[in-house]
T-cell receptor, first 112, second 115 residues
């Protein structure tokens, strides 16, 4: 099994719909992150969580919310999707011990 | 605030040749980590190489090596003996250590290896 699993892999939806992207991990790491990737901009941090009760906004959190349901699960929600949220979304995990983050395979989200 | 710049949006190289991807960053931190990630068309984010800022020796991983110039805030990636499987987007990334391991990514360089 993959260390970090993201579902769905691809999603096409319409403006105004509520969308949830899910992330689960098998490594037992405390830290989980959500990033969005756009062409020419690299990856930008949306939200991060250091444990179930510790959730923090990243640099582009507007229009997004998250839930850390358990140590291993971290979901990202778009309450009312808009076309400029079309992007590739990555979940990542980390140890906080100066180790590189480890990424899932991404969810490509298209909002029409 | 930290920033990471990759000035080459696209590059190409002949198979078996050597190519260097550039990265510069801006920070007031004295201790940090730098990474190169590879993103092939499969879109996975794969760690290629890492460098600790307190280490003067440049990191190497097989055909991949870096030229880390701390004073110049430069962190370039050299790929030797380029292979078709090296075709990918490459991201330079900076990781601040405190108060948390925040990672800042550059915009990426798209590398094409030509047969």
């Amino acid at each position: 099994d993959a260390d970090v699993t993201q579902t769905p892999r691809n999603r096409i939806t319409k403006t105004g719909k509520r969308i949830m992207l899910e992330c689960s991990q098998t490594k037992g790491h405390d830290r989980m992150y959500w990033y969005r990737q756009d062409p020419g901009l690299g990856l930008r941090l949306i939200y991060y969580s250091f444990d179930v009760k510790d959730i923090n906004k990243g640099e582009i959190s507007d229009g997004y919310s998250v839930s850390r349901q358990a140590q291993a699960k971290f979901s990202l929600s778009l309450e009312s999707a808009i076309p400029n949220q079309t992007a590739l979304y990555f979940c990542a995990i980390g140890t906080g011990n100066n180790q590189p983050q480890h990424f899932g395979d991404g969810t490509r989200l298209s909002i029409l | 605030a930290q920033t990471v710049t990759q000035s080459q949006p696209e590059m190409s190289v002949q198979e078996a040749e050597t190519v260097t991807l550039s990265c510069t960053y801006d920070t007031s931190e004295s201790n940090y980590y730098l990474f190169w990630y590879k993103q092939p068309p499969s879109r996975q984010m794969i760690l290629v190489i890492r460098q600790e800022a307190y280490k003067q020796q440049n990191a190497t991983e097989n055909r991949f090596s870096v030229n880390f110039q701390k004073a110049a805030k430069s962190f370039s990636l050299k790929i030797s003996d380029s292979q078709l499987g090296d075709t990918a987007m490459y991201f330079c990334a900076f990781m601040k250590l405190r108060p948390y391991d925040k990672v800042i990514f550059g915009p990426g360089t798209s590398l094409s290896v030509i047969p």
